[in-house]
């Protein structure tokens, strides 16, 4: 099937870490992709992973993969309050149209 | 700003209308993928168009049609709309190709079906 799978809602201390995670279908899947919604707005690529690689810094986030258990994970580090959004979790099917299949998106809220 | 353009930014209809949303790709993109974003169902494809031809389907409803013209603008065409056919519909490119995939988002069209 197509389900990417997320937890919807996530409630972190301002300056404390935020783990969203997600569970992919494809255990072939090239790339996998988290993006941000900040409300009203589209959707926004925050960093994305080959599926050659087990993990990915990037200044406060940090992707971890785990290919055997089909597992992404997003670490933001030091969260702010400009932080809460909508998080996806994303993988490019594995026809040739690359299209991306998301999930259902986890809400994390950053309190004072 | 992506450069994806898309138009009306917000649009209420009845049901039983017909409605046609509007996207400009980011310049240089050939591919265009429609998703939908509800409460209940999160963001689904609908369709996707490489350089003019459709490429991939997903759950796009019979009552739905898009194209992509000449000079790479799409549109997504409702009818016979429904209650349930309220939501978000956003409007992605990309360059189309072997490349890292990542998809541009506009802003969206939210439409409402009273």
């Known amino acids: 099937g197509e389900d990417v799978e997320q937890s919807l809602f996530l ?3 301002e ?3 935020s783990v969203i ?8 899947s090239t790339y996998l992709y988290w993006y941000k919604q900040e409300p009203g707005a589209g959707l926004q690529l925050l960093t994305y992973i080959f599926s050659n690689m087990d993990m990915k810094q990037d200044q406060r986030l940090t992707v971890l993969l785990n290919k055997k ?3 992404l994970s997003l670490r933001i580090a030091d ?3 400009g932080d809460s959004a909508i998080y996806f979790c994303a993988e490019r099917w594995r026809d040739s149209s690359y299209k991306l299949i998301f999930g259902s998106g986890t809400r994390l809220l950053v309190r004072p | 700003d992506s450069g994806v353009t898309q138009t009306p930014k917000h649009l209420i209809t009845a049901t039983g209308q017909r409605v046609t949303l509007r996207c400009s790709p980011r310049s ?3 591919s265009v993928y429609w998703y939908q974003q509800s409460l209940d169902q999160g963001l689904q494809f609908l369709i996707q168009y490489y350089n003019g031809e459709e490429r991939a389907k997903g759950n796009i409803l019979e009552r739905f049609s898009a194209q992509q013209f000449p000079d790479l603008h799409s549109e997504l065409n409702l009818s016979s709309l429904e209650l349930g056919d309220s939501a978000l519909y ?4 990309s360059v189309g190709g072997v490349e890292t995939g990542e998809l541009f ?3 969206g069209s939210r439409l409402t079906v009273l």
């Open chain 1, 11 to 13: 409630s972190v201390r």
């Open chain 1, 15 to 17: 300056g404390d870490s």
């Open chain 1, 21 to 28: 995670n997600c569970t992919y279908t494809d255990s072939s």
């Open chain 1, 69 to 71: 258990d089909k597992h």
């Open chain 1, 79 to 81: 969260t702010q309050t």
């Open chain 2, 28 to 30: 240089g993109d050939l």
């Open chain 2, 90 to 93: 956003f409007c992605a490119s």
């Open chain 2, 105 to 107: 988002f506009g802003e």
